[in-house]
């Protein structure tokens, strides 16, 4: 599988008085390499929501190496690191564009529920989307 | 009807590079100050969920007069200016608590909608609630 | 000259529980259309900065004409309506990418400051800023 | 040393289309929590930065347990679990106030910068406030 890179600019509202971009927006970055994640790999949010699947974070984690800062051009290297039908991981690693350094790392962890909220195993009531997932899982 | 007077603190991560509080952020404290206002007059937001009537908001607009930085307490006087029970306007006055000074003004505009997403009239689908909003207005 | 575009994406993180972008978005959403409009008339907001000018927003409002949801595709038009070298307006026009409805209108306003937060006339302190921006007012 | 609890109310801008609040704000509110910690223990914000000393984010992490919706009283206590001078770790649990029931666990990790971002001993730089800060650890 080819690698996904995600790209976007940092705005001027996601900073704070430190003049970087507060921590808390890298979380948001990672929700949307991983809706782009999601798209490249055939299951765009809409697919997903018609199988009536629904996939809230479980755990959510970020390590800030280097600030960024309004206007900066950033990529995102999402990646499927874990999948059993049940669970699903991913980790992110945010580049700075201009210099290609390493300015943050994350997991997120997921699971799937059904439209009452109930756990639900992919592998049992979407074998497709299972099967496209699970060929997604890289180390 | 005794003055509604609604408090908070300036958040850290409502801060910009400029080392104010984002311009944005002023339309989200309008809400917080609209929410403690419909509870300060007998309609919590769940108790107007649960008569199937939604709110949006049709217009905002903010005037910033002075800068609001973190750790700022402030206080925001809502004021319900306009009701027909179609459409219902509200005012806001944003002061630092610190000197009383006034450093933000705004509006917002609303109309009703029921389950279905249709406009309608309170005065028709809840007359006490149009009653209980109506004793409310200020000019 | 040409007309100025700026396309992006609803993320997930901007919806409420409405099921719609929330409305303090779109002030934001405003931010970076203007961001993008004085990159595309050859001020980028690091120019500005380097010759210690600021533009505070001294004024925003917003006209929500229908919603938008995760994943809409949306592009947004900003316009220089006003600029006389103290003040400067600017208006918005968001539009649904997928059928080309006007989804929303804006307004800001701002004037000018330099490094000791004085308002400045850039016709004064940067002629050919000044210049450049009078070259870009449309009614 | 008394339990620090700090408490504020889910608003609406903080749901998302799941009708649940976002998870990227819980880290949001791990902020305000830390806020209130250091000013209960006498070191506010302002303090910290008369000293000219700033405590950037290495690393956070939640872990969602409950879901919170629009309205919920939530309480946080935030802990100090580390603290040797030159890196400092809280713990945070948010509690919903309506049943006590634990929704959410977190961490951040944080270092001290001087003015010109290089990082500092607090045990030098301002032996006053090391005293003070490990005077509040707790395992």
């Known amino acids: 599988m080819e690698e996904i890179i995600f790209f976007r600019k940092v ?25 782009y994640f999601l798209e490249e790999v ?28 309004f206007g900066d051009e950033i990529y995102i ?5 874990y999948f059993n039908g049940v669970r699903m991981n991913l980790s992110y690693e945010i580049y700075n564009a201009c210099d290609n350094v390493l300015v943050c790392t994350g997991k997120t962890e997921h699971c ?3 439209d009452n909220g109930k756990v639900v195993s992919l592998k049992k009531c979407d074998p497709e989307m299972y099967e496209a997932f699970l060929a997604c899982v890289v180390e």
């Open 112 to 114: 799937f529920l059904n």
């Open 77 to 81: 290297k999402p990646k499927l690191t």
């Open 42 to 69: 055939g299951y765009p949010y809409h697919i997903i929501e018609e199988a009536k699947i629904y996939s809230p974070v479980l755990k959510a984690e970020a390590e800030y190496k280097k600030s960024l800062t």
């Open 11 to 35: 705005n001027y509202y996601e900073t704070d008085q430190m003049k970087f971009v507060h921590h808390s927006n890298y979380i948001r970055y990672f929700e949307e390499a991983r809706t």
